[in-house]
């Protein structure tokens, strides 16, 4: 499209966290820009290495404030403001808006004020929205983008991937971040690096072990670890419905069914004494939690009523 000077010019990238949403949007945007024009960013000119060191002037990222939400007056209206004007020294400019999901307070407003722009851009102006899934977009939005939905690449990738960025690192602890992240090699990375993913993940696999082992003071126990940190504590949830998602496909399709988590051992030990219907419905409870801690609930009687709700369900 870049060759044939059809360049898109507002574009969606959705996909869950670590896949490389923001990394393909600067990819894209040096694609753009690249002096030589072959559809691809070359790498070596001058273009593409300023883009690579976050310094080129007509590639703009937009900057939400400490809770992930955009004020639309510091961040959004400039763009719309500022699209009709010429680029700087490129042949267009890039603006890029990522994590549009996070910005719970104003993604409705953000994605209305952007719509004329998205509408009718400038030739010389294009717009790449990033965000976990496609469904927080506006109906008005998406059938005016090029959509592009990310997804996650094969373990032996992550596996390659890694052993080229850590070439000092043991192949066991690259192994053990492709068990926890998959075919995430952003959360894969994450976990190497011990970030937040790493804590977030023994989370998950602790609440896995503590009802394998059927005691709900250690269910409770596990949760407190996480008591007063929101973000670790719903990334933590969010990778247990991972395991229970395992649990309810290996008690219903068998050892040889494909595991989406990051404790794919501890979801067969949980699914011989969970059914797939208790699995479910702890999936739902800790959805419904999930959305309490996006609700900004006290964290503390959060956890005290999950703990509780679980055992509801489990019974022991």
């Known amino acids: 499209m870049i060759k044939k000077k059809r360049e898109p010019h507002s574009i969606m990238i959705h996909g869950e ?40 002037p007509d590639v703009m990222v937009a900057r939400a404030n ?12 400039p763009i719309v ?18 994590d549009l999901d996070l910005s719970v307070n104003t993604v409705i407003q953000v994605q209305n004020i952007l719509l ?18 496609k469904e927080i977009f506006l109906p008005t939005i998406i059938s005016r983008v090029l959509s592009l939905g990310m997804t996650s690449v094969t373990e032996a990738e992550s596996m390659a991937c890694l052993q ?6 043991a192949p066991a602890l690259i192994s053990e971040a492709v068990s926890a992240g998959r075919g995430n090699i952003g959360r894969c990375v994450e976990y190497l690096e011990h970030s937040q993913f790493f804590d977030s993940v023994k ?10 082992g059927g005691n709900e003071y250690d269910v409770l126990k596990t ?33 040889s069914e494909k595991s989406v988590s990051c404790a794919k051992e501890g979801a067969k030990t949980l699914s011989r004494s969970l059914s797939s219907d208790q699995a479910v419905r702890l999936y739902d409870i800790v959805s419904d939690y999930i959305g309490r801690i996006d609700a900004n609930c006290n964290i503390s009687l959060t956890i005290n009523s999950l703990a ?7 019974g022991k």
Request: charge should be positive; glycine fraction near 8%; proline fraction near 5%.
């Open 17 to 56: 966290k670590g896949l490389g949403k923001k990394t393909l949007a600067r990819w894209i945007a040096a694609a753009l820009l690249c002096e030589r024009q072959t559809g691809e960013p070359c790498g070596v000119c001058r273009t593409c290495r300023m883009i690579a060191d976050g310094a080129h």
């Open 66 to 77: 400490s809770n992930g939400n955009y004020i639309v007056d510091d961040s959004i209206r």
């Open 81 to 98: 403001a500022e699209a009709p004007v010429a680029p700087n020294e490129a042949r267009m400019k890039v603006y890029i808006i990522p």
């Open 116 to 133: 004329k722009v998205i509408e009718e851009p400038p030739e010389h102006t294009a717009i790449i929205l990033t965000a976990r899934s």
């Open 164 to 169: 080229e960025k850590y070439p000092a690192t």
């Open 203 to 212: 989370l998950a696999r602790g609440l896995c072990d503590a009802m394998c």
């Open 223 to 255: 949760l407190f670890a996480a008591d007063g940190k929101k973000t670790l504590l719903r990334e933590g949830l969010s990778l247990f419905q991972e395991i229970l998602r395992d649990s309810a496909a290996f008690r219903l399709g068998g050892e």
């Open 308 to 314: 509780g709700q679980i055992y509801s369900v489990t």
